[in-house]
């Protein structure tokens, strides 16, 4: 028999992913941005992004071959570019 006020369904917590803040100073720049493109802050945010790790990849990719052709131990990972 089913109490008043009581679900039977549990609900189940789920671990929230990490939401990075951006930094105050760029939202003004962000908002004309997307405004300027009418689109969604959001949306403006994720194609740079987008955009924006390949190269960083290819980067990464370019001083780990550098550093290694000079003296063949790998390098330090860049600031905020995490080392394969």
Same mark, same amino acid.
């Given at each position: ?16 992913? #990490?939401?990075?803040?951006?930094? %105050?100073? =760029?939202? &003004?720049?962000? #908002?004309? @941005? @997307? ?14 992004? %987008?955009? @924006? =790790? ?6 990464? %990719? ?7 052709? @000079? ?10 570019? &995490?080392?394969?």
């Amino acid at each position: 028999m089913r109490q008043k006020g009581r679900s039977s369904v549990k609900i189940q917590k789920t671990k929230s992913m #990490y939401s990075p803040k951006i930094s %105050e100073d =760029l939202i &003004p720049r962000i #908002y004309r @941005a @997307a405004k300027q493109q009418k689109i969604p802050m959001t949306r403006w945010v994720n194609r740079v992004v %987008e955009r @924006a =790790l390949p190269q960083t990849d290819r980067i990464q %990719e370019v001083c780990l071959t550098v550093a290694n052709d @000079a003296d063949g131990s790998p390098p330090a990972p860049l600031d905020g570019i &995490p080392s394969n």
